[in-house]
């Protein structure tokens, strides 16, 4: 399929500009205590392991950390048991369009930026850094419906991504009194970051994501515990038809990696919105930039 | 014999256990600042049994308010910054001590020299160093006890 993307606003752009310098890294006699820790401590999604010269040679994420909660491996067990690797690298010079590529065709969530010494990060990429940086640039632009205050007139909204449009239109939900082995289930076969909890009479309670599984991890609380005793409230959640700009600036503002979508009311969710759906839309989140958007499938975040 | 950490320790100090809430030591710290009748940035971490497992700084738990994505709001002036120290402080809430609490220490005993105790903090950018006997804590060094008993001795 040509792809026709001058307009792009992702165009031109290289990794060393979305990219973060700070990398979270842990020696791989480590325990799984400790990358749990760093996890929270940081907020980072992944840890890089690193060898004896400080080289990188694998990487634990949250995924992986929940695999060993699931699997009853006791906290104190080394990284480099559950690790994954080699970590994937880029250049700084290389294009954000290229690195989008190879997250999408490599199914990962990150890349680690190679500096002045081989097998060394310089830096890392994950979606919400690229998201962050289209961000800025629909923030600045002229139209950008984010600086808009009160009621926005449909002239206003002319021409803006509505959340609908970009959203994953399935919803993973499990019961409140579901056990956390259970949601693990839930959350690994799907490849998703967060379930929504459910009462039994079907209203949203709660969300348990990855992060509550590492935090309940490292608190050393049974897998057999009901998902009620860990969930975050209240759900964040958007309309269908919310301008995506302002859908982004929620999550962002709230630290969350997805929003769960209502249709009308906010007791009937109808899909989710990752940062990495809004990475995907390449072009920001109006389309007074481009003509040529791209949507591609992929990993769901 | 010079001076030593016996000399300069703090003998009276508040403590934290690792499944304390994080609200609850940001409690502890303005107590202990109350008590001590000066600032208290950090604060070890005893376990059950007594035994020293880690420091919890002021900066440990700056850096869990430090909204993630900073970098992206620093630049917008027409953000409300206080909604997102709000977020922050509510997705803290079920943080603990034990999560983000510093767990690579360096220690000394009652018999450390002042001038080894300076190298240490200088080396290492550290504040404060837990004083240990016979694996309990006795005491603890601050910086500003350091610095305080120098110039002291550099008027003279």
Known sequence: MPVIDRKNVLSGLMVREAMRKLVTHLPMDASIEQAARYAIKYKVNAILITGEKLEAIGVVSKTDLMGAYYAGLPVETAVQAIMVGPPMFCQMDDSLESALDTMRNSGIHRLYVVGDTPNRAAGVLAYPDIVGLLYRYCHKCEKSITRLRGTRSSDDLAGQLMVREVMSPSVLAHGADDTLLQVMEGLASHRFGAVLIRESHGLPAGVVSKTDMVIAYKHRIPTEAKAREIMAHPVHACEQDEPLAMAIQKMIFSDIHRLFVYKEHPHNIIGVLSLTDAARVRSGSCRACTSSRIIEDGPRG | ?156
Not at chain 2, 50 to 70: A, E, N, Q, T
Not at chain 2, 87 to 112: H, N, W, Y
């Open chain 2, 1 to 156: 014999m010079g001076m030593t950490a016996r000399d300069l320790m703090d003998t009276t100090f508040h403590t934290l256990l690792p499944q304390t809430l994080i609200a609850e030591a940001a409690r502890t710290f303005m107590l202990a600042s109350e008590e001590q009748k000066q600032r208290v940035f950090g604060m070890m971490v005893i376990d059950e049994q007594g035994r020293l497992v880690g420091m919890l700084s002021m900066y440990d738990i700056l850096l869990l308010l430090r909204p993630k994505h900073i970098h992206i709001w620093g630049e917008m002036i027409d953000i409300d910054m206080g909604g997102l120290i709000d977020e922050a402080c509510r997705q803290a809430k079920s943080i603990l001590v034990g999560d983000i609490m510093t767990t690579d220490l360096i220690t000394i005993t009652a018999d450390t020299h002042l001038q080894m105790i300076l190298d240490i903090m200088i080396k290492k950018h550290i504040r404060r160093i837990p004083v240990l006997e016979s694996g309990k804590v006795v005491g603890i060094v601050y910086i500003s006890k350091v610095f305080y008993h120098l110039v002291q001795q550099l008027i003279e």
